[in-house]
């Protein structure tokens, strides 16, 4: 079943930090699709739920150094 994430990720800056949040969760088996909008410091994540965890998706996040915080509002 396809899933979407959305965290926020305000330690992303630039386009660097863009592609490196995007490779980090698109290397996780699942993975379909990331967003990163860097005005809004939004990370959306499509992904199949019988395939990765929600877990496993903010981990990976953080390991590249980009650790996420809940989505406020
Ligand atoms: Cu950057």
């Known amino acids: 079943m396809t899933s979407t994430l959305t965290v926020r990720t305000p330690d992303a800056t630039c386009g660097n930090c863009q592609a490196h949040i995007t490779e980090a969760a698109e290397a996780l ?32 996040l953080t390991d590249a150094g980009y650790p996420p915080h809940p989505v406020e509002g």
Not at 35 to 56: Q, Y
């Open 29 to 60: 088996d699942g993975v379909t699709a990331v967003t990163v909008d860097l005005d809004t410091k939004h990370t959306v994540v499509t992904f199949d739920a019988d395939r990765v965890e929600v877990a496993a998706i903010e981990a990976a």
